[in-house]
């Protein structure tokens, strides 16, 4: 899940060469067509917008909220109890620096 997220928050500073993506819906079908098909559970997929560095750079964040199943049934009931939920939540974020310069290979 954060390789995926860390390759959309690439592709969210490269795809529209110095200036960033246009939209969150670009990362957001980005992130769709790249997860792995046996990932079952729901994503939800944060995009914030270009925003300055101390640096003065920009960049862009994203961030991946998903859950993992637990298969253990004493696991699960034990979330359940916790949380309301029986898996575990996950969230990742990925910064990506917008380059100043795009070189195509």
Do not use: H
């Not at 995009?47 to 920009?58: H, T």
Request: proline fraction near 9%; aromatic fraction near 8%; glycine fraction near 4%.
């Amino acid at each position: 899940m954060q390789q995926l997220c860390n390759d959309a928050a690439q592709f969210a500073a490269e795809s529209n060469g110095t200036q960033g993506v246009m939209s969150a819906s670009q990362v957001t079908a980005y992130v769709m067509n790249k997860r792995p098909p046996t990932w079952t559970q729901p994503i939800t997929v944060q995009y914030v917008n270009p925003f300055l560095l101390a640096s003065g750079d920009r960049a862009v964040r994203v961030t991946l909220i998903s859950s993992s199943p637990l298969y253990t049934p004493i696991f699960q009931r034990l979330a359940e109890i916790i949380q309301g939920n029986p898996s575990l939540p996950l969230r990742v974020f990925s910064v990506y620096k917008i380059p100043l310069v795009l070189v195509n290979r």
